[in-house]
């Protein structure tokens, strides 16, 4: 499967395409009211095949609800359907059931089988009317589903899932295995001594996130004047977001096309953004893994994951004696064993290294790394 995203042109008939947005926000409202009114009567959970044939009799009876292709209307009895069954599952971990949502704040239709035709070029007929789209790449292979997406300043976006034909892909490999530990002064350390900086692209814009959010509180709620602060906040926000992203994409192709096995710890990413809050949202670990997972795979490369509890900062890389204790403002320690000493963040970062050389079955390659000494 491969995702493809495309902007829409902006045009004046795409408030047929918001208009459908609004109409599936209204019908997930009124599913999750039927859904907490059975539970209440009957004690029971209202399967998606009941809820399915009731929105097909209330979709007659509402000239609303027709703007919204019946496949949508499954989609949105399906989606909740998933919400739900997490809930029964994990609800001892805090997951919690799907609730209201406000229909302006509504993102998503999805079609599936029927409901639009691509007419060649970069224009799609979606119900009976034609849009275009700038057209950023080919749309190779079987299209699965077609969603529309309304961003928060109101623009439109086309994702189409394509199940494509599987290639033979050419595979270029360098022999090289290496660890890397997650900080919060330096973003990646890894056992070859590199180290990672982040932009910290958050942080650069601090001032500017600052005024225009002061600059929105200031207008009167419901004015024009408001409405364009809060885009031009989005904005901000959008602008930091797109940065980052562009620059996680480039360092895991770096990374991928310079080792072929990638080792990191496993951390508990939530409870370090208790702790550390706004910098390690500003760090956005978790999203340049997800990143470098999809790359690895495309490239034929591997990603492996350290045990969480596995003391890889209080371990001596050239020895393997492990310390009580380690404080959070010890850099560089002396291991009273070895006497070599140690970097934290790179003695880390080579402790990862071997566990994970030696999770995939590669062997011990401590005697690879040189012992730093006195």
């Not at 609303?64 to 029964?88: H, N, P």
């Not at 760090?283 to 990603?303: D, R, S, T, Y």
């Amino acid at each position: 499967m491969k995702t493809l995203k495309f902007k829409l042109y902006q045009h004046k008939r795409n408030r047929h395409l918001k208009r459908m947005i609004n109409a599936s926000g209204v019908i997930y409202n009124h599913c999750i009211a039927l859904h907490k009114r059975y539970y209440r009567m009957w004690g029971k959970h209202l399967s998606c095949a009941k809820l399915q044939s009731h929105l097909a009799k209330m979709r007659k009876q509402n000239p609303f609800w027709q703007t919204v292709g019946s496949q949508a209307v499954q989609d949105i009895c399906q989606r909740i359907e998933k919400s739900y069954q997490l809930f029964f599952k994990h609800n001892k971990k805090g997951v919690r059931p799907p609730g209201f949502k406000k229909v302006k704040k509504y993102k998503s239709f999805t079609l599936k089988q029927a409901g639009y035709k691509f007419l060649g070029g970069k224009r799609v007929k979606i119900g009976s009317k034609v849009y275009q789209f700038w057209k950023s790449t080919q749309i190779e292979g079987n299209v699965k589903t077609l969603t529309i997406k309304r961003t928060r300043l109101g623009e439109l976006f086309m994702v189409v899932v394509v199940d494509e034909a599987s290639k033979p892909e050419a595979k270029f490999t360098t022999g090289k295995i290496a660890g890397f530990d997650f900080g919060l002064k330096t973003f990646l350390t890894c056992s070859d001594g590199t180290k990672i900086e982040s932009p910290q692209f958050f942080k650069q814009s601090l001032n500017a996130i600052k005024k225009a959010s002061r600059q929105h509180s200031k207008k009167l709620k419901g004015s024009v004047n408001r409405e364009r602060a809060r885009k031009n906040l989005v904005r901000k926000y959008e602008d930091i977001s797109s940065r980052r992203r562009d620059w996680f994409w480039k360092l895991a192709h770096e990374l991928t096309d310079k080792f072929d096995v990638l080792c990191f710890e496993t951390l508990n990413l939530k409870g370090m953004q208790r702790l550390w809050g706004r910098k390690i949202s500003d760090l956005a670990l978790g999203e340049f893994l997800q990143i470098l997972e999809w790359v690895a795979k495309k490239k034929h490369k591997q990603v492996v994951f350290v045990d969480q509890w596995y003391p890889s900062t209080k371990t001596c890389s050239s020895c393997g004696h492990i310390l009580e204790k380690i404080d959070l403002s010890v850099r560089e320690w002396r291991c009273p064993s070895c006497q070599s000493i140690n970097g934290r963040d790179e003695n880390a970062a080579r402790n990862i290294q071997m566990v994970g050389a030696s999770t995939i079955g590669l062997g011990d390659v401590r005697l690879v790394i040189p012992a730093i000494s006195v």
